[in-house]
């Protein structure tokens, strides 16, 4: 039996985790990562007090310890300020995959060996499977509708042996029931949504507090001047509502298709294949890491270039400078600089970087 520090965030997948933990006879510690307690007013629903309150009452009707690790001083350093920097930069950062290296398995991990604990186990519905030689592997999770394993692509290969993932084999229905079975405080919850450890705040908002608006021009693919945006980082690629620009075109829809930095301009374009900058063949990824083996050589993989997206083949080639070189079969719509491109093989999570710059 091993000693275990389960990350108690207050909602029911975690607490199903803590459950089966406790269950299968082994030492379990809840622990909740205080990252975000909101002391600047963003707008919006930011529940860290009723989450903690929630995670301490599982960890009470469970009868094991419970802590909470406050990580704020981290996650200001580590996601917010990567946050916001990456959007004043420009790109669309990914702050829930950042959240998972980072925080969870990073400075938490820290913390959970520090304090002579074996593994963290969370909530997530990802798989993990132990190899012959000791190292171990990432798998997509069993419920194909809340596979979570892109949010995991950049962690590495220590982080992951310290890694468990007791929902990862489940379905999201079956959860609820062993929510239910272990009368758990939190069994009907609602799922959370918003940015990661912060709540329902909206990504707007939540800039807007921090990057002042710098309005430009919204233009066409042609240079033609259409309207007016607010500041480019309120903005993603693909992005087709918000913009306040209405197509002239019955049925077709305009869409962001670029950026002008430079000139501080906010491309439309119509949302269809043959629009320039909409749709890619090729990228160039960085920040690359892998969960377990390398890829060395040129070889044909399956990339998930964001969550929800199905797997596509993939050609990637390794770069002297560590980057990749991925070159899709099929072209992509609004592959975006700044998002997370997970790798995988048979299910296997691989590993995954940023988009930096795609064609």
Known sequence: MAKILVGLS????SSVAAALMVEQGHEVVGAYMKNWINTDNVPGDCPWENDVEDAHAVAKKLGIEFRVVDLIDQYQERIVDYLLEGYRSGITPNPDVYCNREMKFGVFLDYALSQGFEYVATGHYARKRERADGSADILRGSDTN???S????????????????????????EVREVAERFDLPTAKKKDSQGICF?????????????????????????GKRLGRHQGLHLYTLGQRKGHGVASPRDGVAYV?????LEKNELIVGYNEQETP??????????TVSWVNKPVTSRRKIEAQ???RAKGEPVWVTPREDGKLDVEFIRPQR???????????ENGVLLGGGVFESVE
């Open 10 to 13: 207050g909602g029911v997948d």
């Open 198 to 222: 912060i709540g329902n705040v909206k990504m707007s908002d939540f800039l807007r507090h921090y990057v002042p608006d710098r309005p430009g021009n919204i233009v066409d693919t042609e």
């Open 146 to 148: 809340k596979d979570q």
């Open 256 to 260: 962001v298709v670029g950026k002008n």
């Open 305 to 307: 270039p964001r969550y």
């Open 150 to 173: 892109y949010f995991l692509a950049l962690m590495e290969q220590h982080q992951a042996k310290h890694a468990l993932f007791p929902c990862g084999e489940m379905q999201k229905p």
């Open 277 to 286: 900058g909409l749709f890619a063949n090729r990228s160039v990824v960085g």
């Open 334 to 344: 609004a592959l975006t600089p700044g998002q997370i491109c997970a790798f995988y």
